[in-house]
């Protein structure tokens, strides 16, 4: 919490004697920086809410960080002395560390991404690690320690529907570009084989079920194949930015979920029908769900089961976040009470962090058709229009410099436009709107960061001592305000598994500092002015840095 919501919040607890006050924003800064609404004082002071509110203008006095207190209809409004907070304000928001939560205790698990390896990454994942990664970040910044896991779904139908593809179309030839890519051809071409030959789907279970028992000619088989997925997977990753502390693999893990449900049918904790195991959720409100199949077989759910189990184990983590994609709410929602009705203490830990589709122009992507748009098309696709922006705005770049800039801005683009909606928004991705370097984009931040650095480069490093008074155009106040949430927000996306908060929150304040470049003249101001001034931008560009830095995305000193 800043300072000055700090002290509005203290000097209302002393008046009413509330233990909570809850502040509100008004959507006219005209008529203050924040609002205290007095409907939750009319049963205590048995007065209607705009009563209170004039009596309390009347009684409480303006400090030196609060300019003043007037009533506007039910609610209590204060405008901040934003001179007076910007003393101490701009030189601990130039720090490194502003806005960082103290350390906590607590230990958390963020698992994302995710991937079946029978295919190549594609737009879903990029924004299942977006917001993966950038909600660890997050978290991490705040204070929790935390430990990013991706469970590696590298067995079943599909992956063997990739191999038997492999022997039948593609057999003894190897990659000649990404392997992931080329991995996911052999799942193409063979969905499309089963499609003209349904009765091509023997062979892949013959396969499956020679993968189980261990055949040896099948596990080299398999063993090549992911290989190649993991090679081409690691170089998507660090293109992106991701990493994890612990990777799992369903092929270890499987069939170990079986002995934990066999133990639940034996306390009647499930039942048994028509030879599966079913665990009967309805009067939970939540559809019955198969543990076990009638021909003995897991399913995804068994296995979720036990790694529920084993992570708690290794870890012992306060709290389980799984960031997977809205079409499996009711999968979670299944999991989560079968774990209670386990009775695993942990079972109240773990959240089920949702988020909507991205679309495409065209529609809804279809793995198995080949529709998909593979993350590194993607990437390469935002990459290059991003190039022809550099070089129209800088015809004497280096080829090696457009190619740095370039990956910089198009990696931003893409992870700025994953992140700025809230989890649960649908929406169409379109890499020209994400390139812009105007509007609501990554690369807009990233300018607003770069042009800082610009102004500071030609005007030098400003003195320590500056004199807050001459800060007191409209511009300059907003930015100042703007600077002491960062704290705030921070805690809020934070408790809230929200890391859009960030991304809108450095929206604004690229877009309020851009308004104050073009009022404000800042080296051609007076030596007061120019030093306060030039000590403001320093502080915005290290919060820009702060935020963009959260969301996985690099603040440039040139664009």
Known sequence: MNKAKEEITNILKKETKLKEINLEVPKDSALGDYAFPCFQLSKQYKQNPIEIAMNLAKTLKPTKLIKEITEVGPYLNFTINKQALAESLIKDSQKQDYGKGKDKKQKIMVEFLSPNTNKALHLGHI??????????????FNGYKIIKTSINNDRGTGVTEAMLGYQKFFKNKFPKGKPDKFVSDCYVAMKKALKEQPALDSEVKQMLLKWEQKDKET?????????????GYKETYKRLGISFDKEYYESDIYAKGKE??????????????????????EKYRIP???????????????????????????????????VVGSEQDNHFRQLFKILELLKFRFAKDLFH????????PSGRMKSREGTVVDADDLIEETVNLAKKEIKKRHKDLSEKEVNKRADMIGIAAIKFLMIKFDNTTEFIFDPAEAISFEGETGPYCQYAHARISSILKKAGKPKNSIKTEVL?????????????????????????????????YVLDLSQAFNEFYHACPIIQSDDNTKNARLNLILAVQQVLKNGLNILGIKAPDAM
Request: charged fraction near 30%; glycine fraction near 4%.
């Open 127 to 140: 924004r299942n690690s977006a917001i993966g990664e950038s909600l660890s970040s997050l978290l991490k």
């Open 288 to 322: 019955d769900k198969v543990l076990i199949k009638s021909d003995n077989t897991s399913l995804y759910m068994t296995q979720d089961i036990y790694l529920a189990k084993l992570k708690h184990d290794e870890f012992k983590i306060d709290k389980s976040i799984y």
């Open 472 to 504: 007191n155009t409209d511009e300059d106040e907003k930015v100042i305000l703007l600077l002491s949430k960062f704290p705030e927000v921070v805690e809020q996306a934070a408790k809230s598994y929200k890391p859009h908060l960030i991304a809108r």
């Open 353 to 360: 962090l949702s988020y909507g589709l991205v679309h495409l």
């Open 219 to 231: 596990i080299d088989l398999w063993k090549k194949l992911m290989k190649w997925v993991y090679q």
């Open 260 to 281: 934990i449900v066999l133990e639940g049918l034996k306390k009647g904790i499930f039942e048994k029908q028509e030879g599966a195991v079913i665990a009967k959720l």
